[in-house]
């Protein structure tokens, strides 16, 4: 059974870090393309970020460059986001999703998707 659970959420101040996992069971992470998105109260899902598989090209939103770093270990089956400089308005549930090879802008054209993990930056 395909299953992926996220976790690291959690209340921050504003500046802080976090460290989000996306761990995959039931199937292997290698074939996948991985994408982190969020969803904040009254907001359309975007997306956040994305690794496709093989090369593990990445990609970031304009908001998130050069704040958040995307990475995998597919020993580990399991996806992360590290999450520095945090702003309130990062503040939303974070998502990972998982479609084949390459990534996309279209969430979508994503396969499977986890529970998500709360993200709170407040002072």
């Known amino acids: 059974q395909v299953q992926l659970v996220e976790s690291g959420g959690g209340l921050v101040q504003p500046g802080g870090s976090l460290r989000l996992s996306c761990a995959a069971s039931?199937?292997?992470?290698?074939?996948?393309?991985i994408g982190w998105f969020r969803q904040a109260p009254g907001k359309e899902r975007e997306g956040v970020s994305c690794?496709?598989?093989?090369?593990?090209?990445?990609y970031y939103a304009d908001s998130v460059k050069g704040r958040f770093t995307i990475s995998r270990d597919n020993v580990k089956n399991t996806v992360y986001l590290q999450m520095n400089s945090l702003k309130p308005e990062d503040t939303a549930i974070y998502y990972c999703?998982?479609?084949?090879?390459?990534?996309?802008?279209?969430?979508?054209?994503?396969?499977?998707w986890g529970q998500g993990t709360q993200v709170t930056v407040s002072s």
């Open positions: 999703a998982i479609r084949p090879y390459y990534c996309s802008g279209y969430s979508s054209t994503f396969d499977s």
């Open positions: 039931g199937f292997t992470l290698d074939y996948y393309a």
């Open positions: 690794i496709s598989s093989s090369i593990g090209s990445t």
